[in-house]
């Protein structure tokens, strides 16, 4: 930096403290304090009140009276349904991110690998369809998977199968629509990553005799895992609490954490076990969270 | 040399198939929006009838409505959070609690929605019956919730286009006696307007399509129209949503036209300031 010359970051104390205050005290009492909430809650009991849960401490007669219970806790260890729901929610979620990035990797390569507005173009397409509803993108599914629904229709024509079969509310069917609506999240970060990737490494290996596999396994890959974490992650996280997708495309067998949070808190009105499933789900997710935001503060910050 | 590494077949066979898989199902949609039959795997026919049946069924209308209203002050009040975010992340060095920070802005991108929508709710019942506010759940408590999962989103577009201006600009800018103010006013405003308006498009969209969020923090009063849809699909299919979902369809890809001509224009603009500083040293 030249003497003499102002530099544009702020770096004098005291004068940027509006334009971090908003934002920050925002997010705080937004977003962190409520999750702090959430823990505590999840140590009360449930109580026929408004609302419905007991309250934490007591202040009466200069007493401060501490109630804290671990009944929830020890509920959701009882009862062997919630450790399936988290079991299953982290193999679904797992699995169809796999699937995302099987799928996702060709496509994001292959517009990183275009030059000029069709580029621009094809990413649009990619991102369209998630900027248009996602309720209705699963509904759209519900039209397909039916009984009577077009792909059984087009199998029974074609003679492939002799009865319909069965496609909605199965876990196959909840694996077609978590693919569906989460694979342009995975697919941006990529393209993201890939477009940078310094075509003269592909081509001083291509020199060098490299075919298209080892060129694929020993640069290309490797310098684009940081697009590949952060587009699984934007994957993997959502889907291990995703409640429409289960609810409406998979069957009662379907097991998924968020459809049992949703259902204690909505059907059974039990806000403080509602609560400890999320606590516990939110440990679950951490290190995948911390993970996500590694990558993603990277990309944000200032890089100089 | 460049086309010799071009795109191989696998990649275009790709390219191909996701496409179709990502298009067929809503084309699908389309077409069985103007058919003529009650049940919507027949074709009977082309019709309109859908249309019209969607635009006299009330309740839709004002869940449409709501929604459009909620959408566009989310939008409004994320632009504004999300750069002020945007600006602390590139133009603020470091200060205490930057870390905390990053974290506020990154984790809502992932957060699954029934946990933002669960601490929220009872942030709100808690505040509620600690000071009274706020006294009842409906427009305002959807809003403030939109805001905080959208305003994400908008520091992620936002942060990425004030990354890569130029800083030299507002640099001089500054040389020549601007103050921060009127510096960001005067240069980088213009310069990053592109990126404000994909970003209040995304919070619109990403406002007016939230079901299980609005769930958890909605009054008894407040319905949007994702809810309405919602508990419409869990009764079955009904070809009025196969009609609002064209609709829906089609002002997106009006939007998405709109959004494309300008990072095309966008484009443009850096490939000319780019030039310029050529030209200049």
Redesign the interface.
């Known amino acids: 930096m030249s003497v003499g010359?102002?530099?544009?970051?702020?770096?004098a104390p005291g004068?940027?403290w509006l334009?971090?205050a908003?934002?920050?005290l925002?997010?705080?009492?937004?977003?962190?304090?409520?999750?702090a909430?959430?823990v505590k809650?999840s140590l009360a009991e449930s109580a026929i009140a408004q609302?419905p849960y007991t309250a934490l401490y007591e202040y009466v007669n200069n007493v401060l009276t501490l109630r804290v219970s671990l009944a929830n806790y020890l509920f959701l260890l009882s009862d062997s349904l919630y450790f399936d729901a988290y079991l299953s929610s982290l193999r679904i979620a797992a699995t169809s991110t796999a699937i995302c990035l099987l799928?996702?990797y060709?496509?994001a390569?292959?517009?990183a690998?275009?030059q000029g507005?069709k580029q621009?173009?094809?990413l649009?397409?990619?991102?369209?369809?998630s900027?248009?509803?996602?309720?209705?993108?699963?509904?759209?599914?519900?039209?397909?998977l039916?009984n009577?629904?077009?792909i059984n229709?087009v199998l029974l024509s074609l003679g492939v199968v002799d009865e319909p079969i069965r496609l909605l509310n199965t876990d196959v069917a909840v694996y077609i629509g978590i693919v569906?609506c989460y694979?342009p999240f995975l697919i941006l970060p990529l393209y993201a990553n890939l477009v940078k990737l310094d075509?003269r490494l592909?081509?001083a290996a291509?020199d060098l005799g490299a075919g298209?596999v080892a060129r694929f396994l020993h640069i290309t890959l490797p310098l684009s895992l940081g697009g590949v974490i952060a587009g699984c992650?934007?994957v993997f996280?959502?889907v291990?609490?995703?409640?429409?997708i289960p609810?409406?495309l998979g069957g009662s067998e379907t097991l998924m954490i968020?459809k049992v949070?949703?259902g204690e808190?909505?059907n059974n009105r039990d806000?403080p076990v509602?609560?400890a499933v999320?606590t516990v789900?939110?440990i679950v997710?951490l290190i995948?969270?911390m993970l996500?935001?590694r990558y993603?503060?990277r990309?944000?910050?200032?890089?100089d | 040399?460049?086309q010799?590494?071009?795109?191989?077949l696998?990649?275009?066979i790709?390219?191909l198939l996701?496409?179709f898989?990502?298009?067929a199902?809503?084309v699908?949609?389309i077409a069985?929006s103007f058919n003529a039959s009650e049940r919507?795997?027949i074709w009977a026919g082309f019709s309109t009838r859908w249309y019209g049946e969607l635009f006299r069924d009330e309740a839709m209308m004002a869940a449409l409505w709501m929604s459009l209203k909620l959408a566009f002050a989310t939008a409004t009040g994320s632009i504004i959070?999300?750069t002020?975010?945007?600006?602390?992340?590139?133009?603020?060095?470091n200060?205490r609690?930057k870390l905390?920070?990053?974290?506020?802005?990154?984790?809502?991108?992932?957060?699954?929605?029934?946990?933002t929508g669960?601490?929220?709710l009872?942030?709100f019942?808690?505040m509620g019956?600690a000071f009274g506010w706020p006294a009842e759940r409906g427009f305002l408590t959807i809003w403030?919730?939109h805001?905080?999962f959208c305003?994400a989103f908008v520091?992620?577009v936002v942060?990425?286009r004030l990354?890569e201006l130029d800083?030299s600009l507002?640099?001089a800018a500054?040389?020549l006696g601007a103050s921060?103010l009127g510096?960001f006013f005067y240069i980088t405003l213009p310069i990053i307007a592109p990126a404000l308006v994909s970003g209040w498009?995304?919070a619109f969209?990403l406002s007016?399509?939230d079901?299980?969020i609005a769930?958890?923090v909605a009054g008894p009063s407040s319905t949007t129209l994702?809810m309405i849809?919602?508990s419409s699909?869990?009764m079955g299919?009904s070809p009025q949503?196969n009609a609002?979902?064209t609709l829906?369809?089609l002002a997106?890809?009006l939007?998405?036209v709109l959004?494309?001509w300008l990072?095309?224009r966008d484009?443009r603009t850096r490939r000319v300031e780019m030039q310029v500083l050529h030209e200049k040293r």
Do not use: C
């Open positions: 010359r102002r530099t544009f970051g702020w770096r004068k940027h334009v971090v908003a934002p920050y925002w997010l705080l009492l937004f977003f962190a304090v409520p999750f909430i959430v809650i609302p799928i996702g060709p496509i390569y292959g517009i690998r275009m507005p621009s173009l094809l649009m397409l990619v991102v369209l369809p900027w248009t509803s996602f309720l209705i993108r699963i509904y759209a599914w519900v039209g397909l039916r009577n629904g077009i229709n569906y694979l075509n592909l081509e291509t298209p992650m934007l996280i959502p291990v609490g995703e409640f429409v609810e409406l968020g949070l949703w808190f909505f806000w509602a609560s999320a789900m939110l997710l995948p969270i996500f935001h993603q503060f990309e944000m910050e200032a890089n | 040399m460049s010799s590494l071009g795109t191989p696998f990649t275009r790709s390219l996701g496409f898989f990502l298009y199902p809503m699908v949609l069985y919507v795997n959070l999300g002020l975010a945007a600006l602390v992340l590139t133009r603020v060095r200060f609690g905390l920070f990053g974290g506020m802005v990154t984790a809502p991108l992932v957060m699954p929605e029934v946990i669960l601490s929220l009872l942030l019942v808690g019956s403030i919730a805001v905080t305003m520091t992620v942060s990425s990354r800083k507002e640099e500054m040389d921060r510096t498009l995304l969209t007016l399509d079901l299980v769930s958890f994702p849809v919602f699909v869990r299919l949503i609002l979902a829906l369809i997106v890809s939007g998405a959004a494309y990072s095309l484009e």
